[in-house]
């Protein structure tokens, strides 16, 4: 069966989005093919999309990563949400985004759901 153009889009998010969050945790792509039981050129293929992940592997990757599985999709779609790392990581901000990342997740989560909070808040300011 052959990949259609909105599969091989989600694959290539879903791709991008574990190598801005492998990056963000300061590991290679050896180290998380190793936690995954997989080679690292299976990991490329993941981050460029050329492979699908199944659901399984996206909860384990999410699992090793330390982030939900909804990470993975977030930014997806006509209905994009609330400003993220990726975003933080598109615009530059890498430093920033390195340092978040770096953060204990109960903190990180509480941070995303500021973030979150302040962009409902400007949203309705805005409507």
Request: glycine share 8%; proline share 3%.
């Amino acid at each position: 069966m052959t990949a259609t153009s909105a599969d091989k889009a989600i694959n290539q998010h879903i791709g991008s989005r574990i190598r801005t969050r492998r990056t963000l945790m300061r590991m290679s792509q050896q180290k998380l093919a190793e936690a995954i039981g997989l080679t690292f050129q299976q990991v490329q293929k993941y981050e460029t999309g050329a492979n699908s992940v199944s659901a399984a592997r996206l909860h384990q990757i999410a699992e090793i990563l330390d982030a939900p599985v909804s990470f993975f999709f977030d930014d997806f779609g006509p209905s994009k949400g609330a400003p993220t790392l990726q975003n933080a990581v598109a615009l530059g901000d890498v430093e920033t985004a390195a340092k978040i990342g770096g953060l204990p997740t109960g903190i990180r989560r509480a941070m995303g759901a500021l973030t979150n909070a302040l962009a409902s808040a400007t949203a309705l300011n805005h409507a």
